[in-house]
């Protein structure tokens, strides 16, 4: 019986392990086979990847996931869009449509795979014009191959050797490219045996899927541990298996990826390097289409072997690089050209390629490229406004680079019209060619008649009137520079600060309707008005008389006061005596009207008239520091003027807070002696005041470093202003005078030189002796004369303070005046962009809308990060009555009807033949530094630059600006006034009219672009 059991309980164990050794048998040949066809693991990812999808939603996505910061994730923007949409949200843009993740691929993502999509090859900025046509494209990388057959079989040959030689095998359609099982097995043995013999160098197991997530989306392209090694290989798979279980299309694309984007380092002059036909240019200067045909092509048919020969070595070098690309390509060419030998034996004797092809490889050198790749010209001109909205764009995205801007998966659809665009700047061009701007008319008596026509920079901006919007459309200029003319730059536009100063005068006259119209006649007469300011006696008289008290007829009555053309008045103004010329010297006799003088831009009518303008700020407000000083026995004036000086003092250092707050040293003493005519006596108040505590020779060396060219004071004068001008021996108002600056902004600039960051508290703490030693010490001299001549220069520079607040709501740009009448010609500068929108304001009847030159940005197009925001103007606001917008269109129409800029009149026509209305205003600028001596004669002058501009609006709802502007001292050169740029705004006209009459009766589409 014990013989009996033990005997089948032998039998049984021998059948148990006959039983296992057959089921280990059978799940070997199982797992041989799945690792042969990967027929279960097809079924599984692909099971996954079809319930990895995503779809578009209206508004902002409850569940987009975006990917982690990554090389490439990094360049197309996805990994930074979070913060791109977050800055996008404070300026204004909405989002439209986002991508909704299903719970498969948010799963997917949230367990810390790489999100399964058909990634893109190529990615780049696109901007698109109105019309959505393509203004502006950019692809990295450049030069790929489009299609899998595109590829030379030797490289492809070659590829697989190296890296993954079983991907392409047609016998099992279904095998997975993520993993190539023998390989891993080889590298995974071999590592093993390394950890304990110390060796660190060991062969790679992944395949050309697997590297491509690695270098994708792997943190700076790298993988640093065992998990995302597992990471990129799931991800790997099932980004295969997306289309189904077949992968034989799937394994090709993946060829295709890998050699279009595996990446090569960095070259100078190019950036970084992704992709062989990229790679072929900037490490070996190599034309991509001629390297395609060559490898082609059998080399005994054309006899190029050679020639295939260095183009094979040359591509083999950089398939072979990418593993340890910026190692190669940082070293000598030595290294790199010996382990690409070493390659080209291997594959000639596996028969990858041929002996002779391999033969002649070996004999040629690679010859890497060791200059910086040579820049493509471009025609800064002709991407002027691409540029701009580039230069835009990266300030909305927070001061990007334009060089990662290119990178991103980003289209943006600009407000711009591209064929307006390119017509505009094609003509700008052409007019550098004399024989062109004669034709163009531009060779006339005060245009070109004198100077070189291509030296002349000409810049044209030009917005469209919308509902909620200014639509920018035409943005350019001739200057093969990025420079913006019409942004970046600060210049002495003329007589276009006439324009600026009216629209100043007629606000001023709507204030006081306001104030003053509801009165009647006896209470008019009454009333108590300074005698200096006329403006206001002559409103309270105008309305006492009036029948026709509206706004609109007292803005025309204004219109009609008359001025004294005469050049012989000096005026005390800006801290001295100053004369001013006309233009036209048949005007000095004439008294005109407001609108006249306009028309005709007559300086000294706008002299007067800001000087009307200045005195009704200095001497409007009850209780101000005019009136408090007129009377010299006030007896309230003692008691008042503590209080009042202080109050005062406060109400100015705060306005200059305004001003230098958050500016450096450097930048606040730019900004202080930028409205200030540097003279040695001016120089020394302002650096004994700014830094008491430098040497003689520090003094000195400031001083004579802002001097202009010429000037050299002696250095007894220099000692002797150094110790008059010495803090403890001059007062801070007797330096503020001699400076030319405001003592209180003065003593401000020299405080936060030394407590950059303080706080408006401990700045007014600090200046409470200050505030009161100023107005004190002006208020206790003796001498009234001298006393009333500072407080007036003081007072003048208060209400030109008021002058600019009220410019700066016009959209003025800078952050303060020149304290003059000069102001009114143009003396305080000015910005062409800025000027298009004040003009912009009066077409929109007074309100301030913002201009729009973005419409709608789309990110990351067909991705599962894909984003559409569009552009929701920011809030109009009213700045100038409509009364006062009409009056002033109509003031500026007379200047081309009649005026200065009658040469346009025409220029403008219908299909019908009606004459299209054009207003404007035009200005020349012409900068000098001038230097004077003794008794105010004039020691040298100095040109600068040269401009003519012309403001306009077409049919008042077309808007911009036409400047013509020479640099430097090449100005001299010229003598072209105003006139030029009107006149090339009429051969103009031609250009604009398809813009023009598109808009006309299409609201819903102003210039016919698509909204």
């Known amino acids: 019986m014990w013989k009996k059991l033990v005997s089948w309980l032998f039998w049984l164990r021998f059948k148990l392990a006959v039983a296992g050794l057959v089921l280990l048998v059978v799940a070997g040949l199982v797992i041989v086979q799945e690792m042969r066809s990967s027929a279960y693991q097809a079924r599984f990812f692909a099971d996954l990847a079809s319930k990895a999808t995503y779809t578009m939603g209206a508004g902002p996505s409850p569940s987009i996931r975006f990917p982690q910061s990554a090389p490439y994730d990094d360049r197309l923007g996805y990994a930074q869009l979070p913060v791109f949409l977050a800055t996008l949200k404070t300026r204004d843009f909405e989002i439209d449509q986002q991508a909704r993740f299903s719970t498969g691929l948010a799963k997917i993502v949230d367990d810390g795979y790489f999100a399964p999509y058909l990634e893109k090859t190529q990615g780049g900025l696109r901007i698109l014009d109105c019309h959505n046509e393509s203004l502006f494209q950019e692809r990295y990388p450049k030069r790929v191959f489009e299609r899998f057959d595109d590829i030379a079989p030797m490289l492809v040959q070659s590829l697989l050797f190296i890296e993954n030689r079983e991907l392409l095998d047609a016998t099992h359609p279904q095998r997975n490219p993520a993993v190539e099982w023998d390989r891993l097995a080889n590298a995974v043995l071999i590592k093993g045996k390394n ?45 295969a298996y997306q289309q189904g279980e077949d992968t034989s299309a799937v394994r090709r694309q993946i060829v295709l990826s890998y050699m279009n984007t595996m990446p090569l380092s960095a070259k100078a002059g190019f950036g970084e390097v992704h992709g062989l036909g990229d790679g072929l240019w900037a490490w070996y200067g190599r034309d991509f289409t001629q390297v395609n045909r060559i490898l082609q092509t059998p080399a005994a048919a054309v006899g190029e072997l050679d020639a295939q020969a260095l183009l094979y070595k040359q591509s083999l070098s950089l398939l072979i690089s990418q593993r340890r690309p910026s190692y190669y390509f940082d070293t000598k060419e030595a290294e790199l050209e010996q382990v690409t030998d070493s390659h080209l034996r291997l594959l000639g004797s596996a028969g990858v390629i041929t002996p002779a092809l391999r033969d002649a490889a070996l004999k040629a050198k690679l010859n890497r490229r060791t200059s910086k790749v040579p820049l493509t010209a471009v025609s800064f001109v002709s991407q002027k406004a691409a540029n701009a909205v580039r230069t835009h764009l990266a300030g909305l995205f927070g001061g990007s680079r334009l060089y990662d801007l290119d990178r991103l998966d980003l289209t943006v659809a600009s407000t711009l019209d591209a064929p307006a665009q390119t017509a505009v700047t094609t003509l700008l061009r052409e007019l550098r060619d004399p024989a062109s701007a004669k034709a163009a008319g531009l060779n006339a008596r005060q245009l070109l008649e004198r100077g070189d026509p291509s030296k002349v920079v000409y810049s044209f901006t030009l917005y469209e009137r919308g509902a909620d919007t200014n639509y920018l459309r035409v943005q350019t200029d001739n200057f093969d520079q990025p420079l913006n003319i019409n942004e970046g730059t600060k210049l002495d536009l003329g007589s276009t600060a006439k324009l600026r100063t009216l629209v100043t005068y007629l606000d001023i006259m709507d204030k006081l309707h306001q104030r003053l119209s509801t009165l009647d006649a006896a209470q008019l007469r009454a009333l108590e008005i300074d005698r200096k300011d006329v403006l206001t006696r002559w409103a309270a008289d105008y309305l006492a008389k009036a029948e026709d008290k509206s706004l609109s007829a007292m803005l025309d009555a204004a219109l009609e006061r008359r001025y004294s053309a005469s050049p012989g008045e000096g005026f005390m103004t800006g801290g001295g005596l100053h004369h001013f010329d006309n233009f036209t010297h048949d005007d000095d006799s004439r008294v005109m009207s407001v609108r006249d003088g306009l028309r005709n831009s007559v300086n000294l009518v706008f002299i007067r008239l800001m000087r009307d303008i200045v005195h009704h700020y200095m001497f409007l407000t009850p209780g101000s520091s005019a009136k408090l000083l007129q009377d010299a026995d006030d007896p309230r004036r003692a008691d008042y003027l503590a209080r009042f000086a202080d109050r005062e003092g406060q109400v100015f250092m705060r306005r200059f807070l305004v001003k230098y707050q958050g500016k450096t040293a450097e930048e606040a003493q730019e900004l202080l002696l930028g409205n200030v005519r540097p003279t040695t006596t001016r120089l020394a108040a302002i650096f004994r005041t700014l830094m008491p505590q430098a040497s003689l020779a520090e003094f000195s060396a400031l001083v004579k470093d802002n001097l202009p060219d010429g000037i050299d004071p002696a250095e007894p004068k220099l000692a002797r202003l150094y110790e008059q001008d010495a803090p403890e021996t001059m007062s801070l108002a007797d330096r503020g005078y001699l400076a030319g600056v405001h003592p209180l902004e003065l003593w401000l600039v020299g405080y936060l030189r030394n407590h950059p960051g303080a706080s408006q508290t401990q700045v007014m703490q600090a200046s409470v002796a200050e ?22 220069g003081l007072l003048e520079g208060e209400g030109f303070l008021e002058i600019h607040r009220q410019w700066a709501q016009m959209g003025y740009p800078f952050d303060s005046l020149v304290p003059s009448y000069a102001t009114a010609l143009g003396a305080s500068a000015d910005r062409p962009a800025a000027l298009a929108e004040l003009m912009g304001i009066l077409v929109n009847d007074g309100v301030r809308k913002p201009n729009t030159r973005i419409q709608s940005l789309h990110f990351a197009d067909a991705t599962p990060y894909e984003t559409q925001l569009h552009y929701k103007a920011g809030k109009a606001e009213r700045v100038l009555a409509p009364e006062v917008a009409q009056a002033m269109r109509g003031a500026i129409r007379r200047v081309v009807d009649e005026g200065t800029a009658k040469r346009v009149k025409q220029a403008f026509v219908r299909p019908d033949g009606s004459i299209i209305p054009v207003g404007g205003k035009t200005g020349t600028g012409d900068q000098r530094f001038d230097t004077y001596g003794a008794g105010g004669r004039l020691v040298s002058s100095r040109v600068v630059n040269r401009s003519a501009t012309f403001v306009f609006n077409i049919d008042e709802r077309f808007f911009g600006t036409l400047i013509a502007y020479v640099p430097g001292g090449q100005a001299a050169n010229y003598d072209f006034t105003s006139g030029l ?29 698509v909204l």
């Open 195 to 239: 950890s304990l013999t110390g060796d660190s160098r060991s062969p790679g197991g992944s395949t050309l899927a697997t590297q491509i997530e690695k270098y994708r989306h792997s943190p700076e392209g790298r993988t640093s541990s065992i998990q995302e090694k597992l990471q990129q290989m799931v991800s790997a798979a099932l980004r």
């Open 981 to 1009: 740029p009107v006149q090339l705004l009429k051969v103009l006209a031609p250009k604009l009219m398809p813009l023009i009459n598109g808009a006309a009766g299409d609201a819903a589409a102003p210039g016919g672009c």
């Open 771 to 792: 505030r009161q030693a100023v107005y004190a010490w002006l208020f206790s001299t003796h001498r009234k004369q001298a006393q009333d001549k500072r407080i007036l």
